[in-house]
Nanobody, 121 residues
């Protein structure tokens, strides 16, 4: 069984910062790409940031320059540092990991249950 558990969400004022964390646990052989997605009320889930095992990153245009994704491979953990938050960043933030559970298994995509970020004064 593989679990991804997010933490760090909450209520923050515009211009503030939050650091989101996501830890993967269970029968994991190797984690390849890890990513953060978000889903605002009434909107589709969208990619926020992605990081490969070799630390190559990619960001949505709406967060570039404000958010930073990073990972600790030894801890199977990915982080999202969010700065200069705006009300439009309000959403449930989901962690995603592409991983294998053994050397011969196919890569599969796993999701966390999400952590809520509310940006409001």
């Amino acid at each position: 069984q593989v679990q991804l558990v997010e933490s760090g969400g909450g209520l923050v004022q515009p211009g503030g910062s939050l650091r989101l964390s996501c830890a993967a646990s269970g029968s994991i052989f190797s984690i390849n790409a890890m990513a953060w997605y978000r889903q605002a009320p009434g909107k589709e889930r969208e990619l926020v940031a992605k990081i490969t095992r070799d630390d190559i990153t990619d960001y949505a245009m709406s967060v570039k320059g404000r958010f930073t994704i990073s990972r600790e491979n030894a801890k199977n953990t990915v982080y999202l540092q969010t700065n200069s938050l705006k009300p439009e960043d309000t959403a449930v933030y989901y962690c995603n990991a592409d991983l294998t559970v053994s050397w011969f298994s196919s890569e599969m995509s796993y999701w966390g249950k999400g952590t809520l970020v509310v940006v409001s004064s």
